[in-house]
């Protein structure tokens, strides 16, 4: 089946320092990748929506300046928090979906912290 | 989007069947139901999904009412591993999941 792969799956650095978390697709072409991030005892929220080669739309409420996401390639999405802060620490996971609308295949998650 | 609702949480004892139930009121005609699961730490993972006949796999069965109106993901032999939150999500191609608060179902020994 699909499988999507999400690097790292935790990082800890220091506030003010920039942090990229990769999503790869792996054995299919993702025309469309999201980015969610989910706080402790919480559901996930999506942060934002990237297509290949576009601009992401980004969700109310997310800092496109802070949060950048790059979708160069069909397999690979990146999600860079700038300047991170503590209140940026949470578990990040990105999803994928390819043409045909088969649902969406979900990344293991990367967990940051900011200290 | 259709909203889903879902009890907050649920026990089940280790080997019995676990019944999650899924309102959708207000699903359309185009929507179909997925269930995702999250175990702790995890990035959510695939259970099943139908439109409107009920459906089975390895994992799970989901029972979709005729009206279409709620669903209900059956697990048939619970074990402790399938203790996690369950999402039930209406989606049609070209909308984004949206996650609902799910349900925490804990497997007891």
């Known amino acids: 089946g699909a499988v999507v792969s999400q690097h790292p799956s935790w990082v800890i650095c220091k506030s003010g320092t920039s942090v990229k978390i990769e999503c790869r697709s792996l054995?299919?072409?993702?025309?469309?990748m999201f980015w969610y991030r989910q706080f402790p005892k919480q559901s996930l929220m999506l942060m934002a929506t990237?297509?290949?080669?576009?601009?992401?739309?980004?969700e109310q409420g997310v800092e496109k300046d802070k949060f950048l996401i790059n979708h160069a390639s069909l397999t690979l999405s990146t999600l860079t928090v700038t300047s991170a802060h503590p209140e940026d620490s949470s578990f990040y996971i990105c999803?994928?979906?390819?043409?045909?609308?088969?649902?969406?295949?979900f990344g293991s998650g990367t967990r940051l912290t900011v200290v | 989007d259709a909203k889903t609702t879902q009890p907050p949480s649920m026990d089940c004892a280790e080997g019995r069947a676990a019944n999650l139930p899924c309102n959708h009121s207000?699903?359309?005609?185009?929507?179909?139901v997925y269930w995702y699961r999250q175990i702790h730490s995890q990035g959510p993972q695939y259970i099943i999904h139908?439109?409107?006949n009920n459906e089975t796999n390895e994992m799970a069965s989901l029972i979709i009412t005729e009206d279409r109106k709620s669903s209900t993901l059956i697990l048939p032999h619970a074990t402790l591993r399938d203790t996690a939150v369950y999402y039930c999500?209406?989606?049609?191609?070209?909308?984004?999941?949206?996650f609902g608060p799910g349900t925490r179902l804990s497997v007891l020994p």
């Open positions: 999500i209406a989606w049609d191609y070209g909308q984004n999941f949206v």
């Open positions: 999803s994928a979906t390819g043409q045909g609308g088969t649902g969406y295949t």
């Open positions: 054995d299919f072409q993702a025309t469309t």
């Open positions: 990237s297509n290949e080669g576009s601009k992401a739309t980004y």
């Open positions: 139908g439109l409107k």
């Open positions: 207000t699903i359309s005609g185009n929507e179909y």
